[in-house]
C-alpha cells in the first residue's frame, strides 16, 4: 500500500516568518495529495489540495509545490500567524476515498 | 450547515468493557467513514460505507469491532470487549456521492471521541 512519510515532526517559527513541510510518497499511481490542519480538539480540515496534472498551487498565504518524478510534495505557508499553530497532515490518494496519511507536523508560530 | 457530529466526545472505560460512539454525518452525504487516531499520527481508515453498505471494511479489527449504518444516515462503531491498545480518537468523517473512479470528493471531518481505556 502507499506509506507517506512527513518532516519535520515539530516546527517552530518566528510570526512573519515562513513555514515548509515536506512529504514524500511511494505509490506512483497516486494522483490526489491533500493538506489537512488539525486544532486542538478539532478533525482535520483540507486546506489546500493539488492534483498530478498541476506543479503548484497557491490560495492566499499557502501554496503546495509537487514533484511527480521524485514523489514527494510540499507546504509552504508564508507570513505565518499565530492562528496557523496547529499540526498538518499531508495525504495522497490515487484519486479515490483512500487517503493515506502522513505522521503530521506541530507548527508552532511565536508570538 | 452543521457539520460532523460525533458523541460522546470523551469517553474513559476499564478494559474489557464495551464502548460505542455515534455519528451523524453532513447532511446528504452519503459516504461515511469511521477514522482511528493515535496520538502523534494521521488517521487510518477503519471502514467507508456507501448508503447503508460497508464497500470497504478491510481494516476494521472484527473480532472486536462493529459498526452499522442502518438508514444509510448515522451510525455506530461499537468495541467489545475494549482493550488497552484501543486508547485513540475515533474520527467520523462524510463526503458527498463520488464522482466516479478518478474523481474525488472533499472527506468533511467531526470533532472525534477520544477513548481512554484503564
Known amino acids: 500500500g502507499e506509506n507517506v512519510e512527513q518532516h519535520p515532526s515539530t516546527l517552530s517559527v518566528q510570526e512573519g516568518d515562513s513555514a515548509v513541510i515536506k512529504c514524500t510518497y511511494s505509490?506512483?499511481?497516486?494522483?490526489?495529495f491533500p493538506w489537512y490542519k488539525q486544532e486542538l480538539g478539532k478533525g482535520p480540515q483540507l486546506i489546500i489540495d493539488i492534483r498530478s496534472n498541476v506543479g503548484e498551487k497557491k490560495d492566499q498565504r499557502i501554496a503546495v509545490t509537487l514533484n511527480k518524478t521524485a514523489k514527494h510534495f510540499s507546504l509552504h505557508i508564508t507570513e505565518t500567524q499565530p492562528e496557523d499553530s496547529a499540526v498538518y497532515f499531508c495525504a495522497a490518494s490515487k484519486g479515490d476515498y483512500k487517503l493515506s496519511f502522513g505522521a503530521g507536523t506541530t507548527v508552532t508560530v511565536r508570538a | 450547515e452543521a457539520g460532523v457530529v460525533q458523541s460522546p466526545r470523551y469517553k474513559i472505560i476499564e478494559k474489557k468493557q464495551p464502548v460505542a460512539f455515534w455519528c451523524n454525518p453532513i447532511s446528504g452525504h452519503n459516504t461515511l467513514y469511521w477514522y482511528l487516531q493515535n496520538l502523534g499520527q494521521g488517521p487510518e481508515l477503519l471502514i467507508r460505507?456507501?448508503?447503508?453498505?460497508?464497500?470497504?471494511d478491510s481494516q476494521l479489527p472484527k473480532d472486536r469491532f462493529s459498526a452499522e449504518r442502518l438508514k444509510g444516515v448515522d451510525s455506530t462503531l461499537k468495541i467489545q470487549p475494549a482493550e488497552l491498545g484501543d486508547s485513540a480518537v475515533y474520527l467520523c468523517?462524510?463526503?458527498?456521492?463520488?464522482?466516479?473512479?478518478?474523481?474525488?470528493?472533499?472527506?468533511?471531518f467531526g470533532p472525534g471521541t477520544r477513548l481512554t481505556v484503564l
Open positions: 468523517a462524510s463526503s458527498s456521492p463520488s464522482g466516479g473512479g478518478t474523481s474525488y470528493n472533499e472527506q468533511f
Open positions: 460505507y456507501e448508503n447503508e453498505e460497508a464497500v470497504d
Open positions: 505509490d506512483s499511481a497516486s494522483n490526489y
